[in-house]
């Protein structure tokens, strides 16, 4: 498991871990029955707190996406498909997102944007 924490970020350190076990989980990097890393082995590795670790490993836990078993550790549950159907479509529009507002920045119209997209998707 490969997470990197940016402690010069805005983003509190528990949502970067959510995120990067989160992506990992839907890209298949962590499969179905994974074993996390303890919450202390992975604070220590992080140098964060275990509290922070804590937070980020629930949160997954509420999402589903993670289980603990008292005792034996944190493992990667099955993805649902429409979870991660949903997920993708979001990470589309948020991409989108920013295109469409460097290309206002660029001062491109929406009939430019549009060609462009065309042109994409013609492709």
């Known amino acids: 498991m490969k997470i990197i924490v940016d402690h010069t970020s805005m983003q509190p350190i528990y949502e970067q871990i959510v995120e990067q076990i989160k992506k990992q989980i839907l890209q298949g990097t962590l499969r179905e029955g994974a074993p996390l890393d303890s919450v202390r082995m992975l604070a220590k590795d992080l140098k964060v707190s275990a509290l922070t670790v804590k937070k980020a490993y629930d949160a997954l836990e509420e999402e589903q996406l993670i289980a603990t078993v008292h005792g034996k550790g944190s493992f990667v ?24 507002a460097k290309a206002r920045a660029y001062g491109m119209s929406d009939e430019e944007l549009r060609a462009v997209l065309e042109l994409f998707l013609e492709a």
């Open 77 to 100: 549950l099955g993805v649902n498909p429409s979870l991660l159907a949903e997920e993708q479509k979001r990470e589309i529009e948020q991409r989108m997102e920013q295109l469409v």
